[in-house]
């Protein structure tokens, strides 16, 4: 019999430093008006130099331990879901399990860009239905400002930095995970890439030429896809759970633009006030958004036991995909 899986704790960290969109108006050509009508966004922020993804990842899992009551060596398996990886290898994973001092977890990194907090929930579920662990750390976290080409204002006004962690373990009670929904087509991969630095394209003097090893993506086109697949995963991921659209008391979606978000709850009928919304202050976190607006959400005091939260994101490859949560 499956076990069920319920989020214990939740944390998360972003650096100090602010970039708002007037910092932004000096270094291309752009402005806040532009950039808060069509995105939201009105500051992000950017890691300091010396900081790197796994920097942040610790800090956000150590307070979602404690938020927890866990000490890091109850910890069996830390997943790391980030795009913007320490280095190729070890993964930023192993660099967390040090950092915190997990030492009896097992650790790894999984790759599904910004859908990757929910893919990360998805893995960490398995582990503790099927009896194989009890306690699981999974951490969305990017230094996204390091693959961002700062002279492409098509790209380099959306992205922020941060870090976001929930505890997942096991319950025996009506709550917790009730239905996740993961989804990927590969075919659009060339909407959203960052194409060098990889096997396929190797650092070299060309790749850097080319400024392959920053984020290319085709904006109008992902948008697209983003409104219908963020429809058809919160469906299906909620007919899964045998609930309605109505039943939803919170929606917590990848924070990529707003006017995706109220696309989203416009078509599902939802109450836009559902909506978890902090892109104002932290733009697009990648991996990182969903665990830092779960842990927001959390601390705003909003949310009531039993309350059902339906979080959704998309990203690159393209993936997506949808998880339910009663509280
Ligand atoms: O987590 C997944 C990551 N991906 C995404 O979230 C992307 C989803 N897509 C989007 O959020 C939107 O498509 C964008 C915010 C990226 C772009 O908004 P848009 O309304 O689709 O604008 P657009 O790309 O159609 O561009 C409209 C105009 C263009 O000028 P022309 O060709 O009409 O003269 C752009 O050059 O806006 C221009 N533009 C800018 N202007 C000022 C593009 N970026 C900027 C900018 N500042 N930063």
């Known amino acids: 019999m499956l076990k069920g899986v319920k989020i214990s704790g ?3 960290f972003l650096p100090d430093r602010i970039l708002t969109n007037h910092d932004l108006e000096k270094m291309i050509d752009t402005s806040d008006e532009w950039i808060k009508t069509r995105t939201g966004i009105c500051e992000r922020r950017i890691a300091d130099e010396n900081t790197a993804t796994s920097d942040l990842a610790i800090e956000a899992a150590k307070k979602a331990l404690k938020n927890a009551h866990k000490k890091p060596e109850e910890v069996d ?5 980030t795009v913007t990886p320490d280095m190729i290898f070890p993964s930023t994973a192993c660099f967390v399990q040090r950092g915190i001092g997990a030492k009896h977890a097992a650790a790894f990194d999984i790759s599904a860009a910004c859908s990757g907090f929910i893919y990360g929930l998805a ?3 398995q582990f503790i239905a099927s009896g194989m662990y009890d306690t699981v750390l ?3 976290a990017e230094v996204y400002s390091r693959i961002v080409d700062w002279t492409d204002r098509n790209t380099c006004v959306l992205f922020g930095d941060g870090a976001g962690a929930v505890v997942l373990e096991p319950t025996n009670k009506d709550e917790g995970i009730l239905a996740i929904d993961l989804e990927t087509d590969g075919n659009t991969a060339e909407l959203l890439m960052v194409p060098g630095g990889g096997s396929r394209n190797p650092i070299c003097q060309k790749t850097l030429d080319h400024r392959l090893n920053f984020v290319k993506m085709k904006g109008n086109e992902v948008f697209k896809f983003a409104v219908n697949s963020l429809v058809k995963t ?4 909620l007919a899964k759970a045998k609930l309605k659209p109505e039943d939803v008391d919170h929606i917590v979606p990848h924070q990529a633009n707003v ?5 989203l709850t416009k078509k599902l009928k939802i ?3 559902k909506a978890f919304i902090n892109i104002e202050k932290y733009g697009n976190t990648s991996a990182a958004s969903i665990g830092i607006a779960l842990d927001e959400l959390v601390h705003s005091k909003k949310l009531k036991k039993g309350q059902i939260i339906v979080t959704n994101a998309f ?7 949808a998880c339910v949560i009663k509280w």
Not at 77 to 81: D, R
Not at 259 to 263: E, G, Q, V
């Open 77 to 81: 398996l830390i997943i790391v879901a």
């Open 123 to 125: 893995v960490g579920y």
């Open 10 to 12: 939740t944390g998360s």
């Open 271 to 273: 109450d836009p006030e």
């Open 315 to 321: 990203g690159g490859g393209l993936t997506w995909g």
């Open 138 to 140: 999974v951490i969305g």
């Open 259 to 263: 006017r995706i978000i109220d696309a």
């Open 234 to 237: 919160t469906r299906k991921v």
